[in-house]
C-alpha cells in the first residue's frame, strides 16, 4: 500500500504559477505510476497529468498542455506538478494518486491524497 499526501496548494492571481507537490510512502514508490487528478465545485473529478513509473511517457489534458508539467523524483519518492498560465478555470481540489494507467488516459488509481485547494483569482 502506499500513502500519499499533496501540498503546495493556494491562492494565486490568474497568469502566475504554482508548484504542487505528492510526498509517496509505504510500498516501493518507483514501482508505481502516479497521477494528478481535479475536482472542481459541481463538476466531476478529471485528469489532470499523470507519469509512469520510469518517468515516460506522459499524459496531460488538453486543457492544461503547454501550460502544465509532470515530473518525478523516485529519489525522494515525490512527484511534482508544475502549473504556469493559471487560469480561473483551473481553480480545483488537486488530487494525487498512485497506482493506475497513463495512457491513452488516466484511470483505476488505487491510492489516493486528501487533496489541495488552488484558487486561481481573476
Known amino acids: 500500500q502506499v500513502q500519499v499526501v499533496e501540498s503546495g496548494g493556494g491562492l494565486v492571481q490568474a497568469g502566475g504559477s504554482v508548484r504542487l507537490s505528492c510526498a509517496a510512502s509505504?510500498?516501493?514508490?518507483?514501482?508505481?505510476?502516479m497521477g494528478w487528478f481535479r475536482q472542481a465545485p459541481g463538476k466531476e473529478r478529471e485528469p489532470v497529468a499523470a507519469?509512469?513509473?520510469?518517468?515516460?511517457?506522459?499524459y496531460y489534458a488538453d486543457s492544461v498542455k503547454g501550460r502544465f508539467t509532470i515530473s518525478r523524483d523516485n529519489a525522494k519518492n515525490t512527484v511534482y506538478l508544475q502549473m504556469n498560465s493559471l487560469k480561473p478555470e483551473d481553480t480545483a481540489v488537486y488530487y494525487c494518486?498512485?497506482?493506475?494507467?497513463?495512457?491513452?488516459?488516466?484511470?483505476?488509481?488505487?491510492?489516493w491524497g486528501q487533496g489541495t485547494q488552488v484558487t486561481v483569482s481573476s
Open positions: 507519469i509512469h513509473w520510469s518517468g515516460s511517457p506522459t
Open positions: 494518486a498512485a497506482g493506475g494507467y497513463v495512457l491513452p488516459f488516466p484511470r483505476n488509481y488505487r491510492y
Open positions: 509505504g510500498r516501493t514508490f518507483s514501482d508505481y505510476n
